[in-house]
């Protein structure tokens, strides 16, 4: 299906996240597909979103992809590992426009990914590996760990995704991680100290682990303590954000959709959230690499 643009040559592409993990993806989008105008919401105010039921966070999403799509939005990217894992067919049946999510190009992302080729000298406990371990009996030559929210982990979104592509997967919820990332504490010895515990019980319960997929957005600010704590386990894994594969995967949908678009211009931006506009700045920075320079406050309710 090829989409008329109401502005050839350039397109309005909506990006969502229940906060600013979101800005990851945007970041690597603006390069890509320079030629659009780029509308952001951070639905702030309602996260996490990763501590709640699938009822309560398809009606977020949903509420929040319908107000970017009446803002003009002609493509919409779910930049937000748990709205897409638990609302992603919600969000589709709810718009007519086509619309990516994360879990699928970061599941691609792991199949194109050589594994590390030093060995690991990480020695899990002896009663841990006694135990039936819940990793999915997948002949697959990789071994992927999937480091996400509660719910992203309850729905098997990522088993599922990674199955289907012949990967073995095992996913680990990591909750307290995504509030240390909200205080900052990205290079911070207890955030090191929470990582440590989570990765040892993750890879005693598959040793076999080669790849580690970060399957929530605020884990990619993570990256240098991830690498750090996976060097003390003796551990060395390949560390895959989905971010860039889910901007290729958006500039193919886009080639798809809107082929007339160009490939040169100069991106344009605006940004929501539906809390403090002064944190959005502060710490979304952080993510885009950039400041956010005008942030509009948002009601979308309870
Ligand atoms: N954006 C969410 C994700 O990628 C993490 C934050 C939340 O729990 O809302 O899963």
């Given at each position: 299906m090829v989409i008329k643009s109401p502005s050839p040559g350039r397109l309005t592409i909506g990006v969502f996240d229940s906060g600013f993990g979101g800005l990851t993806v945007l970041r690597a989008l603006l390069p890509l597909i320079p030629a659009a105008h780029y509308i952001y919401l951070g639905d702030t105010a309602r996260l996490p979103y990763g501590s709640k039921s699938r009822e309560t966070i398809a009606r977020y999403a949903v509420s929040s992809a319908k107000f970017l799509h009446q803002q003009g939005a002609e493509l919409l990217v779910i930049a937000c590992n748990t709205a897409t894992a638990l609302a992603l067919e919600d969000i589709q049946h709810a718009l007519p426009i086509p619309v990516i999510g994360v879990i699928q190009p970061g599941a691609q992302a792991a199949l194109q990914t050589p594994s590390p080729s030093h060995k690991s000298s990480f020695r899990p406990e002896r009663s841990e590996v006694e135990?039936?371990?819940?990793?999915?009996?997948?002949?697959?030559?990789n071994h992927v760990l999937v480091l996400a929210t509660t719910a992203t982990v309850r729905s098997h979104a990522y088993t599922h995704a990674l199955n289907a592509l012949g990967l073995a997967a095992h996913e680990k919820a990591c909750p307290l991680l995504v509030p240390l990332v909200e205080e900052g504490w990205i290079n911070h010895p207890v955030t090191d100290d929470v990582l440590k515990i989570y990765l040892t019980e993750a890879l005693t319960a598959d040793p076999a682990t080669q790849t580690l997929l970060l399957?929530?957005?605020?884990?990619p600010l993570l990256q240098p303590a991830i690498q750090r704590v996976l060097t003390s386990l003796g551990h060395p894994l390949t560390v895959i954000d989905s971010a860039d594969a889910t901007a290729r995967a958006t500039a193919a949908l886009v080639a798809t959709h809107f082929p007339s678009l160009s490939v040169t211009g100069d991106p344009t931006t605006t940004f929501y959230a539906t809390d403090s506009i002064e944190k959005f700045q502060r710490l979304g920075s952080n993510f885009l690499s950039q400041p956010l320079k005008e942030v509009h406050l948002l009601d979308l309710g309870g």
């Open positions: 135990k039936p371990a819940s990793v999915p009996q997948v002949s697959g030559h399957g929530c957005t605020h884990y």
